[in-house]
T-cell receptor, first 116, second 114 residues
Framework: AQSVTQLGSHVSVSEGALVLLRCNYS??????LFWYVQYPNQGLQLLLK??????LVKGINGFEAEFKKSETSFHLTKPSAHMSDAAEYFC??????????????FGTGTRLTIIP | EPEVTQTPSHQVTQMGQEVILRCVPI?????FYWYRQILGQKVEFLVS????????KSEIFDDQFSVERPDGSNFTLKIRSTKLEDSAMYFC????????????FGQGTRLTVV
């Protein structure tokens, strides 16, 4: 079974500083990876996804992630944190159940706090 | 922009009672899902639904749980006799069915069993 591990359940960065949220995956087949964000009292929103095209993936709100097969990683970064980035971030890997049907296996999440 | 909607946003129920959580998936999507997140834990897959039947379920999804699409737009999760450990955030999601595309999630229903 495929899985993802998120290192650091809580990350705090200063406004304007680099954001780095870590995700490592375990997969016996080429993985399809996603980052979702959950703002307070809201649902899960897709930030970006890797589906074996470009290894550097750009998402919404200035976030990007790089797929590194040699390191089995898919870390999420943003050059300059903004107060509005405070949220919980989930890394997920897609498991194919049958043709067209896939489920997501999530990491435990990282809560990002931005320090003014 | 189309979105998945869930009602209610918060439900409090007594242990042993039945609850129904409701979802309206995006209209042209073919695959529907329920996930749950117990407080402080990871989001977990419960069940997938396609062509009016369950296509996959996790070991969490026991006989106390059922899903249906009663009218072609709503997608419901029923818990027959709630337990304290069913307290969680329940997320509905839908997908088009195109390979390796994202799931769209609703805002969740927070279920509290007392």
């Amino acid at each position: 079974a495929q899985s993802v591990t998120q290192l650091g359940s809580h990350v705090s960065v200063s406004e304007g500083a680099l954001v780095l949220l870590r995700c490592n995956y375990s997969s016996s087949v080429p993985p399809y990876l996603f980052w979702y964000v959950q703002y307070p009292n809201q649902g899960l929103q897709l930030l970006l996804k890797y589906t074996s095209a470009a290894t550097l993936v750009k998402g919404i709100n200035g976030f990007e992630a790089e797929f590194k097969k040699s390191e089995t990683s898919f870390h999420l970064t943003k050059p300059s944190a903004h107060m509005s980035d405070a949220a919980e971030y989930f890394c997920a890997v897609s498991d194919q159940l049958s043709f067209g049907n896939e489920k997501l296996t999530f990491g435990t999440g990282t809560r990002l706090t931005i320090i003014p | 922009e189309p979105e998945v909607t869930q009602t209610p946003s918060h439900q409090v129920t007594q242990m042993g009672q039945e609850v129904i959580l409701r979802c309206v998936p995006i209209s042209n999507h073919l695959y529907f899902y329920w996930y749950r997140q117990i407080l402080g834990q990871k989001v977990e897959f419960l069940v997938s639904f396609y062509n009016n039947e369950i296509s996959e379920k996790s070991e969490i999804f026991d006989d106390q749980f059922s899903v249906e699409r009663p009218d072609g737009s709503n997608f419901t999760l029923k818990i027959r006799s709630t337990k304290l450990e069913d307290s969680a955030m329940y997320f509905c999601a839908s997908r088009t069915g195109v390979m390796n595309t994202e799931a769209f999630f609703g805002q969740g229903t927070r279920l509290t069993v007392v």
